[in-house]
């Protein structure tokens, strides 16, 4: 809080004006917001001391993280005090933003699924205009371009009218995990037991640049899995959404998530490796893995898996840590290119922003916040050192992919920290060239007001609801579900979802 008293008084003040302004606003319909209370952003200026509170989510390890990124903030900024509140489970988090209502913490963390039903409700305070562009000139574009709203077309994406809610957290981008260890050896045990013409090419597999198809994936399998023991995987788990970003497929023939595209050729041949990836042994069995697929591939059982680079600081105590006896390099590659034309390995990307309570008294403290969690050169590289993220900055791309400044090696007490090919993460983010063939995409909830329609569909596609059964299970007659047909009979169902989302939006 100030401690000048005049001043809060005045604050109060013009805050219960706003409040009334915006039950008005609520009570007439009009899709304009009320007005601002331009006092909110000049609250440093008389060097009062104010306080912030700041909401965030994720394991403890992370919370750790951001307590040391909180002290540091506080440290370098003498005139506030911000002060954090942690939840571990992300469904508490969730219902405990959502139970605030508009009385929201000045700075939070909100997930990519929220942001639409936060921005187009209006809880969240517009900083285009409180924000230098420059600080943008040095942030990957695909991190901060779906943090903007238009009010008026009621969508994500950057406009001449759209207001900027949030600046990133993270770009969170997922790719192929490998288990290099088991990989060479099973590929040697391989190659030791076939002609010279039939020997699997490890820089092939291995590369970096030249992402491996969904069909030579499907053939590296088939060849690999006859080396490997009965309780190992060539692979404990695939995510779904980058099959089908990767094979020039989306959810809605679009960005503004209003139409369903789930029956378009390219979406079904994307489910439809998934699917071959049971059919053919490659993915334990639905239902069989208890301890599920990420904890296969830790344990050391399965050559691929996925994960985001937030999993750096739970694989190096894990699966890297001395009194591991079954510990193993492991590395990263870009996710699975399709096989359709045009198709680009195109990784699926969660995230998180930065986002600033509308009703926060002390907005431009809070911004002070974001723009050194988000944008601080010396706070992107104690984030990414500790397995956090990748850096949101253009500038530390090159360091964070070298390890030049030795900050992860002194971090995990190695010389050459995993995973090696820590550049694929930034590659996925940096943008397209002609060629350039490894993108990411926003996780597909990104663009409609919730995602209830996603868990819809996988529960479909997993045979928790309707009659199809499920996609990765053989039938008990030895046949499998036509993927075509039954995402055909389903569409109906989710555009009726997606149709009961957007008539809800454009009543916002």
Request: glycine fraction near 8%; charged fraction near 20%.
């Amino acid at each position: 809080m100030k401690t000048n008293r005049r001043r809060g008084i005045a604050a109060l003040l013009a805050a219960l004006l706003l409040a009334v302004t915006a039950c008005a606003f609520v009570g007439c319909g009009d899709n304009e917001l009320p007005p601002v209370d331009e006092s909110t952003w000049h609250s440093l200026e008389n060097n009062d001391l104010v306080q912030i509170e700041i909401w965030g989510r994720d394991t403890d390890t992370e919370r750790q993280n951001y307590q040391n990124f909180i002290n540091e903030f506080n440290s370098t900024h003498p005139n506030i005090i911000a002060n954090l509140r942690w939840q571990t489970d992300p469904q508490a988090y969730a219902t405990a933003l959502d139970g605030r209502g508009a009385n929201l913490p000045d700075v939070f963390m909100l997930q990519n699924t929220m942001f639409i039903s936060y921005a187009a409700s209006g809880k969240l305070a517009d900083m285009r205009g409180y924000l230098d562009e420059s600080v943008l000139n040095d942030i990957y574009e695909d991190g901060y371009d779906v943090y903007y709203f238009d009010h008026a077309t009621k969508t994500v994406g950057r406009t001449d009218t759209a207001a900027l809610y949030g600046l990133p957290k993270d770009q969170g981008p997922y790719a192929l995990c490998v288990n290099e260890t088991l990989l060479r050896e099973t590929v040697a045990s391989y190659n030791a037991s076939v002609s010279a013409a039939e020997q699997i090419d490890i820089d092939r597999v291995m590369s970096t640049t030249e992402p491996m198809t969904f069909s030579y994936f499907l053939e590296l399998g088939s060849k690999l899995k006859t080396q490997l023991g009965s309780s190992e995987y060539f692979c404990s788990g695939y995510d779904i959404e980058s099959a089908v970003f990767s094979n020039n497929a989306h959810y809605f023939t679009d960005d503004s998530g209003r139409t369903s595209a789930i029956d378009s050729e390219n979406f079904i041949d994307a489910i439809e490796f998934v699917q071959d990836l049971y059919k053919e042994g490659l993915l334990p069995s639905a239902g069989t893995v208890s301890s599920g697929g990420e904890t296969v591939f830790t344990s050391g059982r399965s050559i691929f898996y996925y994960a985001g680079p937030w999993k750096q600081k739970e694989y190096w105590q894990i699966i890297e840590a001395e009194s591991n006896p079954d510990r193993f390099v492991w590395n990263i590659l870009p996710v699975l290119c399709g096989d359709a034309e045009g198709a680009m390995s195109t990784c699926y990307t969660g995230g998180m922003c930065y986002a600033i309570s509308r009703n926060s008294k002390y907005k431009d403290a809070a911004l002070e916040l974001v723009k050194f969690l988000s944008t601080d050169t010396s706070s992107q590289r104690t984030q990414y050192k500790r397995g956090q993220c990748i850096p949101n900055l253009i500038s530390l791309a090159e360091e964070f992919s070298d390890d030049s400044m030795g900050l992860i090696a002194a971090q995990t007490g190695r010389e050459d920290p995993c995973p090696a090919n820590r550049s694929v993460w930034i590659d996925t983010v940096n943008g397209t060239s002609e060629t350039d063939k490894i993108t990411s995409k926003y996780c597909s909830g990104s663009y409609t007001l919730d995602s209830t329609w996603l868990t819809n569909l996988n529960q479909f596609m997993s045979g928790q609801m309707g009659s199809w059964g499920s996609f990765w299970e053989q039938k008990s007659d030895g046949s499998w579900v036509d993927v075509g047909a039954a995402l055909a009979d389903y569409k109906p169902t989710m555009q009726a979802a997606l149709d009961l989302n957007n008539r809800r939006l454009d009543r916002m």
